[in-house]
């Protein structure tokens, strides 16, 4: 078995936004020369997430409205009386920091509308992204 592993740098252009990392991370794959494993995908902080899901300008707004129904932005927050960013913990403590992937040809195995996107809740920031690739 071979591992092969490499940190992404990714830039988040705004307080919450949405980045898709899907290409980024299957170049890490490509260049791993590991055609079957897995790839497990890392994001290394408390105030972002990940998820898989469809890339679409419609949803990309729903997944909006939908944090902002779940964590308003601005509230009556314990944190923001040492900081400023509570919502953007309790949205990143909802949702994961991680994802592992199959691997097969050489590529992720996603579903059709799964595409992986890094979830900025408290940008804008330069986020780390580690990938690992793990197989034969
Ligand atoms: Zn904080």
């Known amino acids: 078995m071979r591992v092969y592993s490499k940190e992404l740098q990714v830039e988040t252009p705004s307080r919450r936004s949405l980045v898709n990392i899907t290409e980024r991370v299957e170049s890490v794959v490509k260049e ?9 995908v890392f994001l290394a902080h408390a105030t972002a997430a990940l998820f898989a899901n469809e890339d ?12 902002e ?17 509570a919502d953007a913990h309790l949205l990143s403590a909802l949702l ?28 804008p920031r330069l986020r780390r992204v580690h990938v690992v690739v793990m197989g034969q």
């Open 56 to 67: 679409e300008p419609r949803i990309r707004k729903d997944y909006e409205r939908l944090f």
């Open 96 to 123: 994961k920091q991680f994802y592992v992937f199959p691997v097969k040809g050489g590529r992720l195995v996603r579903g059709t509308w799964q595409e992986l996107f890094l979830a900025e809740f408290d940008g």
């Open 69 to 85: 129904r779940l964590v308003p932005a601005s509230g009556d927050y314990e944190h923001n009386a040492i900081d400023d960013n």
């Open 32 to 40: 791993s020369g590991i055609s079957e494993g897995i790839a497990l």
